[in-house]
């Protein structure tokens, strides 16, 4: 009997602490990218215009000019793992509510740096802001139903790139610059010495970036010494010869990398090595 009714007051407790689970009307996001070589990422929720117009001025859910927490719940949470620059703003590295004032033609964005202010607008307080700014808002010719916000547009330099706030008919953009030449000078610096190979990574990381190329000559030699056979390596020392303005070296250099590739049967590098010896004559 007791065994029984233990068993009955298991059942009605697990019966209690049980949750009914539904479809939530504005589902949790996350979108991250990796930006030059930083994290960046955005949390937040997403509502669906379901028939109502948003944006604009009269019967709308967000009247221009209104503040808005660029989504729903606690609002839309924005992370930066290294120091950044917001629409050239200095933004320091860490989390950021994004809140917003959209209008017509224009938004105005801000980053906010107390999260435990989450979607409480009325609560806003400007003294707490990480950078405020204004950006164009665009038409878009598709509709787009629920609030939708990526992280695109990187430069070809990994040194750019823009969040995209998306809802209805309407869409603004807000570019994030990254600098992460500091990072690689550090990393450069403590993995040459643990491995000569990294020396060619960072003579071409010194060519491509307008560094010092006498280094950058000394450092890709080191390399084809380890490596003599290395026809990409060679190529890359041709170029840097050539940006040296030593022509005569470079054509040298690049006619043993075309020489080394076609014995690799490597087809892409004898092309770009007659590119190269194109533009030395």
Known sequence: MKNTLLLVLLAVGMVANAQVQTPQPSPAASVSTVVGLTDVKIDYSRPSAKGRK??????????????????????TKITFSDDVKVEGIAVPKGEYLIFSWPGATEWTVSLYKDLALGGNT??????????NFKVKSEKLAEKVETLTINIGDISAD??????QIAWENTSVKFGIAVDYDAKVMKSIEA???VNPNNYFNAAVYYLENGKDLKQALEWVNIAAAANPSAFWIMYQKARIQKALGDKTGAMATSKASWEAAKTA????????NEDLQKSLK
Do not use: C, H
């Open 54 to 75: 948003i944006f604009g001025d009269g019967a709308v859910l967000l009247p221009n000019g209104a503040i808005w927490r660029t989504g729903a719940n606690n609002g």
């Open 122 to 131: 009325d609560a806003y307080d400007k003294t707490k802001e990480a950078a």
């Open 158 to 163: 990994s040194k750019m790139a823009k969040v």
């Open 191 to 193: 993995s040459t010495k």
């Open 265 to 272: 049967n490597n087809r892409d590098y004898q092309v770009m």
